[in-house]
């Protein structure tokens, strides 16, 4: 009995485990193609030509 309760439930585990990962494989390409999209976008690179300023408060000694 506990045997056939190991197998059975080791079996549905691998099924379903093979049933998300068919999911996840044909979601794949929807995904990617998403991306590419987005790579023809323009970037606007930030001036590093100049120094961070430090803008911390120092504390007031009284």
Known sequence: MLFTLSSVL???ILLAGMGIYTTL???QPKVES??????DTIVAEQNT???PVDTSISPILI
């Open 10 to 12: 080791t079996g549905a």
């Open 25 to 27: 494989k044909g979601l």
């Open 34 to 39: 998403v991306n590419n999209s987005s790579q």
């Open 49 to 51: 030509s100049q120094l």
